[in-house]
């Protein structure tokens, strides 16, 4: 089964504007949640992360937003940049009982048009 | 270079033939994951180590794949007898486990071709 899925296989915005990438889970017990970008042929890199003791967690132009309820996270870059198109892949860890290993989402392909 | 390396970056082999994939961590990390990922596919767990002990084993590492850490230091991922479908970017990827918190450094992979 899917635990972390990302429903959106692609996104395409303008350079300076907003963009939201989504992530939904169905796993209570994760309690921690990352952000990586992928380019072509490079391993993923971390991006930003959160715990679930919080709501939201913001480093420079990544915020990233978790409702725990509805058990879905989001990835907002503000504002897009031709270089932030990649493969965005949002992952989660229960620490407590998986060892902290990751369950990645399928990715999302965000191109950032000029 | 300070980050996880990998080593090959590319393997083409036949099918049937062994082959042996090595990581070496960011050198204070105490933990070494190994994950694969397919095409369209978000890397998938495989097993991992604290320090020499391997601790968890995926359910997709079968019996044809096994993994070391000698000395808490590098990792050997090998897989027996290849198939078409081991065909894959195997990931290596290290954390330093110091409390709460699990942001993993990832190499840059190695690619499998199985033909």
């Known amino acids: 089964d899917q635990q972390v899925k990302q429903n959106s296989p692609s996104l395409s915005v303008q350079e300076g504007r907003i963009s939201i990438l989504n992530c939904d889970y169905t796993?209570?017990?994760?309690?921690?949640f990352l952000w990586y970008k992928k380019y072509p042929a490079e391993g993923p890199t971390f991006l930003i992360s959160i715990s679930s003791i919080k709501d939201k967690n913001e480093d420079g132009r990544f915020t990233v937003f978790l409702n725990k309820s509805a058990k879905h996270l989001s990835l907002h870059i503000v504002p897009s940049q031709p270089g932030d198109s990649a493969v965005y892949f949002c992952a989660a860890a229960g620490w407590e009982t998986s060892g902290s290993r990751l369950t990645f989402g399928e990715g999302t392909q965000l191109t950032v048009n000029p | 270079d300070t980050g996880v390396s990998q080593d090959p970056r590319h393997k083409i082999t036949k099918r049937g033939q062994n082959v042996t994939f090595r990581c070496d961590p960011i050198?204070?990390?105490?933990?070494l994951y190994w994950y694969r990922q397919t095409l369209g596919q978000g890397p998938e767990f495989l097993t991992y180590?604290?320090?020499?002990?391997?601790?968890?084993k995926s359910r997709l590492l079968s019996d044809r794949f096994s993994a070391e850490r000698p000395k808490g230091s590098f990792s050997t991922l090998e897989i027996q007898r290849t198939e078409q479908g081991d065909s894959a970017m195997y990931l290596c990827a290290s954390t330093l486990l110091l409390g709460f918190g699990n942001e993993q450094f990832f190499g840059p992979g190695t690619r499998l071709t199985v033909l």
């Open positions: 050198s204070e990390h105490n933990r």
């Open positions: 180590f604290q320090n020499e002990a391997q601790l968890e």
């Open positions: 796993n209570s017990m994760f309690d921690y």
